[in-house]
Structure formats: structure tokens, C-alpha cells
């Protein structure tokens, strides 16, 4: 059997999701907590990587399952206990078989920002302050251009030997309040840095056709800071 | 001339508003920030108190302005130089006389609380957690018999010389989010904890009415923790 764990946690003090040697990492925290509550070593494989000061509310993560008689309210409680107060365990469930990385099927983020020529400690945390007003129905227009299934490699730190290819269902453009722009982008997945490169750019106010067929990094704006971003949800 | 200073701040940090020897305030850090960009001592009036752990977005505070030809952005931006990263000061206004404190009409508080039996670390910072679901259409039922002018004593953590009496102009229970509760509350003025107190007897779920009739606080419910409440506007 394999536990479906679904986390949250506030990035600001964690060096990313992924294991670092003589780093406070994501991935170690869960570990131990959850070795410590079933009293033996447990590995678990996240359904991608976190880079660091990025934040999630639904960031799900996989291990097999020690035991068979899993309470998931025991677990739930148990294992919050053994967690620092900027990570916690909000969901969990058994399935036979489950794998976080694999089996994911999209993934949507959150990248938000204000607009203020003042900075606002209450947004700190997860936003990314603009000095200047953002035209938004530009950045929409430009959004659009992303949608679909494209080669991403404008917009990727470093590819590496994975397929640049990705597809982009949705990329919204939000302004829950007039001086905060919200950009939710819903994908099957996302290479190094891409959502803080597509905002960077958009917010640079480039046109994003010619960036995108370009296959260029340096076509494209800056990363936006890793603050301002939230892994919000996995599907499967 | 007199300075009218909207601030914002985070109070997690900060032994409440008003300057207590050998604490860290907000009061203390606004004057020092404020002498500073002046060059000569100023001292700030706030429109309220607000106590140790409590934050604000729309705190007012007033003093007397020592030069005439003061520039007000860039005075915004050199006072925030001088601020922690904490509090800033997010407005400012010269206006021929001004007073936060005796010149405040209204003020309206947000109380935010989240409904989970696990840890929410992405909103533990300005948001009470509760375990168990509430009966929302009862806690607005319960709110509103405390719309309009009553005597708060019992709602009150010490009353002193000060009139019990206040005037409540709205209380609005929202859910922004199935999980999230929401008690914006608007009034001429509150007493000592008297939001937090409102807040905890309603979650309490006790009947209001004899609560306030007794005009006795031990038959109110506990005080809520400061962190879910925020300062959010004070009318002038």
C-alpha cells in the first residue's frame, strides 16, 4: 500500500523541496516526521520539486505505506506533532499503488503580485511588490499566446535532457483587488523556473510570440522572485 | 501643519502599539523613523492601541509637521527606508489640522479564523485556527444583537474610567472560502479587547443577549488570540 500525503508549508526558511546535504529542505522535515511516527525509515518521492522560498498549499508527496492499519486522523495528527510550525500534513489517504512524481496529471500554481510604490509587510510573505500600475489587459493578451502545447526552452533556467515540451491549459490573469494581479497557470507540468520566468516576462511587458519561438533564455525577462509563488494544487 | 501617516504592520513581532519601556512597538519604531527623516524628535499619535500580536493595514497615525515644504512621496520613501521590514508607512497626507486619535469617526477590524483539524502554516500568521465547523447562519444571527449602541463592559477586559459605552455599526460574518470565517466588524470605537472578546464568545456559541445584559465578562467566552485580528481602516 502507498499514502497519498498532501502538505503545505510557507517556503521563506526552507532551502527548496529536495533533499540538500546540511540543508533544511522540504522533503527532510516530511521524512523525519514521518519516520518518527511509524518508528522506521521512510523515503517520499514529491510530485515535483519546489525551488527554494516557493511556497505550496497542495503539494503532494508519496511513500509506502509501513503498515496496514493506518488511521488517517491518527496519521494526520501524529505526524503534525513531529513538523515545524512553517510545514504541515493537511490530507492524506491509502491506495494501493501511488506514486506523486508519476502519476501526476497537472498542476496548478499561483504567482502573486502587488502594485504599491510602498512596500506592504502584510503581503510580504507570497507577494512580489510592483512599483508601477501593470496594463492587465495586455498581460492577458500576451498570457494567451502561452496557452496550448509549446517548446518551453525560453522560459527554462536549464533543460537539461528532458523534452522542453509542455502544454498549458489555462493561464488566468486575476485581480482580486485593484492593486493585486494574480496569475494562475494550470499545466501537465513545468520545467526550472518556468512560472517565474513567464511572469517576469509578462510583467517586462514583452511581446511573448517572438520570446517563445526564440527557444532563447535570454529573449525572455527576469525570474520573478520565488516568494511570490505557491504550488496550489496536483491533480492525478 | 500636522502629518496624517497611513501605516501597515505585522504584529507578530511587536509588544502592541504604544510605547512600553525597553519593548519593541510600533509607536517607538514609527517615531524613530520618522525624527530621523525630519532630523529633529517628532512624536506620533495613533488613531487606537493596537495590542502585542494584533497587525494592521490601515492604522492612522498623526503628529505635528515640523517642516512646511514637505514632498509627500518622498517622504514615504525615506521614512520606509528607516523602517524594519515589519511596518511602512503605505500614505501620507498634510492637512491644516489633524488628530488620529480624537478626530477617528469609525474603525472596522477583520477577525479571520480557519476551520481545520490540521495546521494551515500559510495562514497561521494572521488567522485563528479552529478544529471544528461552526453554524455559520447562527453566528450571524447571534452578531447581530450586537449591532447598534450598548454598554460593552462584558465584552470588555478592564473598562477603567472610560465609558462601556459603543456603537457597533455592522458586523458582517463572511466565508471568502468554505473553511474560512470572516467577522469584518465596523463601530465608533472598541473597548479593550473587545473585538477579540466578541469574537471568542461567538465561536463560543453562547446566546449574546444575555452576555451583554449582564454587563459582567466572566459570562462572555474566552479572548481570541491576537493574531487572526487585523486593523483594517479607520474613518475619519
Known amino acids: 500500500m502507498h499514502l497519498k500525503i498532501q ?60 503498515r496496514e492499519d493506518v488511521k488517517i486522523y491518527q496519521f494526520l495528527l501524529g505526524v503534525n506533532s513531529y513538523l515545524p510550525s512553517d510545514i504541515s500534513v493537511t490530507a492524506a489517504e491509502i491506495l494501493p499503488k501511488f506514486n506523486a512524481r508519476s502519476d501526476a496529471k497537472a498542476k496548478t500554481y499561483i504567482y502573486k503580485c502587488y502594485i504599491s510604490p510602498t512596500r506592504h509587510p502584510a503581503r510580504d510573505l507570497d507577494h512580489w511588490q510592483l512599483y508601477k500600475p501593470v496594463d492587465v489587459e495586455r498581460l492577458r493578451a500576451q498570457a494567451a499566446v502561452l496557452v496550448g502545447q509549446h517548446d518551453f526552452t525560453a522560459f527554462c533556467a536549464e533543460v537539461g535532457d528532458k523534452s522542453p515540451i509542455r502544454t498549458i491549459y489555462s493561464l488566468d490573469i486575476q485581480t482580486p483587488q485593484p492593486d493585486e494581479i494574480w496569475f494562475v497557470i494550470r499545466g501537465n507540468g513545468f520545467l526550472h523556473n518556468m512560472v517565474r520566468i513567464i511572469v517576469g516576462t509578462l510583467i517586462d511587458g514583452r511581446a511573448i510570440a517572438p520570446v517563445l519561438n526564440s527557444r532563447d533564455r535570454r529573449q525572455a525577462g527576469k525570474t520573478a522572485p520565488a516568494k511570490g509563488l505557491t504550488l496550489y494544487n496536483v491533480e492525478y
Open 7 to 66: 502538505c503545505e508549508y510557507v517556503g521563506t526558511k526552507f532551502a527548496g523541496f529536495q533533499t540538500q546535504k546540511g540543508q533544511r529542505t522540504v522533503q527532510a522535515e516530511l521524512e523525519k516526521a514521518i519516520s518518527h511516527y511509524f518508528a522506521t525509515p521512510v523515503k517520499v518521492v514529491g510530485s515535483g520539486r519546489t525551488d527554494a522560498g516557493v511556497h505550496a498549499v497542495g503539494q503532494i508527496v508519496s511513500c509506502l505505506c509501513p
